[in-house]
Nanobody
Framework: QVQLVESGGGLVQAGGSLRLSCAAS????????MGWFRQAPGKEREFVAA????????YYADSVKGRFTISRDNAKNMVYVQMNSLKPEDTAVYYC???????????????WGQGTQVTVSS
C-alpha cells in the first residue's frame, strides 16, 4: 500500500509553467508505476501521463504531449509532472496515482492522491 500527496498546483497565466509534485509513503515506491490524471468540472477523470517503475518508459496523452514531462526520483519517493505552455483547457484538479504495472488506464491504478487544483487563465 502507498499513500500519495500532491502539491504545486495554483493559478498561472496561459503560456506559463507549473511543476506538480507527488510525495509517496513507504520504501516500496519503486515497485509502482505512476501516473498523472486530471479532472475538470463536469468531465471524466482523464489520463495525462505515466512513468514506469524505474523511469525508463513514459507515455503521454495526445493533449499534453510535447508540453508536459513526467519524471520520478525513487530515492526521494517523488513523482513530478512539469507542465509548460499551459492552456486554459488544462484547468483541472490533477491527481497522482500508483499502479502495479505501466498502464494508461484509470481503473488499473490502485492508489490515488487527494488532488491539487491547477487553474490556467486566458
Amino acid at each position: 500500500q502507498v499513500q500519495l500527496v500532491e502539491s504545486g498546483g495554483g493559478l498561472v497565466q496561459a503560456g506559463g509553467s507549473l511543476r506538480l509534485s507527488c510525495a509517496a509513503s513507504g520504501r516500496t515506491f519503486s515497485r509502482y508505476a505512476m501516473g498523472w490524471f486530471r479532472q475538470a468540472p463536469g468531465k471524466e477523470r482523464e489520463f495525462v501521463a505515466a512513468i514506469s517503475r524505474s523511469g525508463g518508459n513514459t507515455y503521454y496523452a495526445d493533449s499534453v504531449k510535447g508540453r508536459f514531462t513526467i519524471s520520478r526520483d525513487n530515492a526521494k519517493n517523488m513523482v513530478y509532472v512539469q507542465m509548460n505552455s499551459l492552456k486554459p483547457e488544462d484547468t483541472a484538479v490533477y491527481y497522482c496515482a500508483a499502479a502495479g504495472f505501466f498502464t494508461i488506464l484509470r481503473y488499473e491504478y490502485n492508489y490515488w492522491g487527494q488532488g491539487t487544483q491547477v487553474t490556467v487563465s486566458s
